[in-house]
């Protein structure tokens, strides 16, 4: 259903996120993230020529981590193609801050404390949630794939199953869609194991 709609409003803000997932020859994966805001109205800005104009990037932000099977990450590279200030994009460099880390529980914690706050950019940060989240479905269809090709260095289905369970309401360790999909890690108590009332 869709939302219902005010009958008058007039728009300001417009964000749009696109991530892409691809499948490199090397057997690695890079995940590809751009964020694009762009002002219904012009407004005032020094650093860009006096004034930026209704439509125009604000913010035109682009991030490419490449991940391997474990959902490691190995590279990282940023790209800063509009910000509201020249200064913003001498920060792409830290984008390699996140080498080394892993996409799985407490990930968003441990990008915070590498590129959080001042040591980064606000909006690459948050980039890295739909980035996060697209390494997963891609990974999920990439290992399909390999499985189907009888790849025996393809993740194994547990393994795979750990970095879904318990992530989202659908996908608890207690619900429905676990018991017919995932019945071997099926827990009619939740991941504790507790029943719930």
């Known amino acids: 259903m869709p939302l219902k709609t005010p009958e008058t409003r007039s728009p300001i803000h417009h964000r749009r996120i696109s991530c892409d997932g691809y499948r490199r020859e090397d057997g690695l994966i890079d995940i590809e993230g751009r964020l694009v805001d762009t002002k219904a109205f012009d407004f005032p800005n020094k650093d860009r020529g006096g ?23 190995v590279d990282a590279d940023a790209s800063i193609d509009a ?29 915070k404390q590498r590129i959080g706050g001042t040591a980064g950019c ?30 025996e260095q393809a993740i194994d289905e547990k393994k795979l199953a750990m970095g879904f369970l318990d992530s989202c309401h659908s996908l608890a360790s207690d619900s429905p869609v676990v018991k017919e999909h995932w019945p071997a890690y099926y827990r009619p108590g939740g991941k504790d194991g507790k029943e719930t009332q």
Do not use: W
């Open 83 to 111: 910000a509201p200030y020249h200064y913003c994009s001498r920060i792409t460099p830290v984008a390699q801050r996140l080498i080394g880390l892993q996409i799985a529980p407490g990930f968003r914690q441990k990008v």
């Open 122 to 151: 606000t909006h690459l940060t948050e980039l890295l949630g739909p980035i996060a989240t697209t390494a997963v479905q891609t990974l999920v269809s990439e290992l399909a794939r390999r499985q189907q090709e009888g790849d």
């Open 51 to 73: 004034v930026i104009r209704a439509g125009e990037a604000l913010h035109d932000i682009s991030l490419r981590i490449t991940i391997d099977l474990e959902m490691n990450i």
